[in-house]
């Protein structure tokens, strides 16, 4: 199993661009999530989802959107970046089916600069 | 939100040593509470959870211990190696629907 994977690992965006961040898992989790992570701070997460086709808001989702059309994939979009938005950020899933729903795993992250 | 305080300056430990991390939160008291590590330029890698009604857990070298009265969690990492040098992050859940609320993390570095 490859576990959680994003693309791409690095990206320098124009303010006022707009891009995709990749994330799909191979475990057949339910739940999937997205964090960011700025320097010297904890993980925020941005949104979440519980199953295809549920998502949720998290604690910081102002301009950012999300899909979740299959089990597998998580897509992050970045409408119209700003430079607040550079960060890197983090992809995770966790089975979501009881006693293990607990354990979230990581993907490698995507170092995001907007100038 | 829940407000989670680690030990923001970095723990220098020699080899052998037990390196102990403090984690500390206000508000609620969430049902469970997890530990992270985290090497530059990686994501996450879960470690223990323990939960609110487990005083103590440990995993090999390392132990957990989980405080609700004074909203404290311990991290010990025993016979510490150079190989344990990374950040260490603690989570809690406010709602057991896996939207972890992270500390900053602490900064563990062990010389031989």
């Known amino acids: 199993n490859a576990g959680v994977t994003q693309t791409p690992k690095f990206r320098i965006l124009k303010i006022g661009q707009s891009m995709t961040l990749q994330c799909t898992q191979d475990?057949?989790?339910?739940?999937m999530y997205w964090y960011r992570q700025d320097p010297g701070m904890g993980l925020k997460l941005i949104y979440y989802s519980v199953g295809a086709g549920i998502t949720d808001k998290g604690e910081v989702p102002n301009g950012y959107n999300v899909s979740r059309s299959t089990t597998e994939d998580f897509p992050l979009r970045l409408e119209l970046a700003a430079p607040s938005q550079t960060s890197v950020y983090f992809c995770a899933s966790s089975p979501g089916n009881g006693e293990s729903t607990d354990t979230q795993y990581f993907g490698p992250g995507t170092r995001l600069t907007v100038l | 939100s829940q407000k989670i305080e680690q030990n923001s300056e970095a723990l220098n430990i020699q080899e052998g040593k037990t390196a102990t991390l403090t984690c500390n939160y206000t508000n609620y008291s969430p049902a469970y509470l997890q530990w992270y590590r985290q090497d530059p330029g990686r994501g996450p890698v879960f470690l223990l959870l323990i939960r609110e009604n487990e005083k103590e857990k440990r995993k090999e070298r390392l132990k957990v211990t989980f405080d609700t009265t004074l909203k404290q969690s311990l991290f010990h990492i025993t016979a510490s190696q150079p190989a344990d040098s990374a950040t260490y992050l603690c989570?809690?859940?406010?709602?057991?629907?896996?939207?972890?609320?992270f500390g900053a993390g602490t900064q563990v570095v062990v010389t031989p």
């Open positions: 475990m057949n989790h339910n739940y």
């Open positions: 989570a809690l859940d406010p709602d057991s629907w896996g939207k972890l609320q």
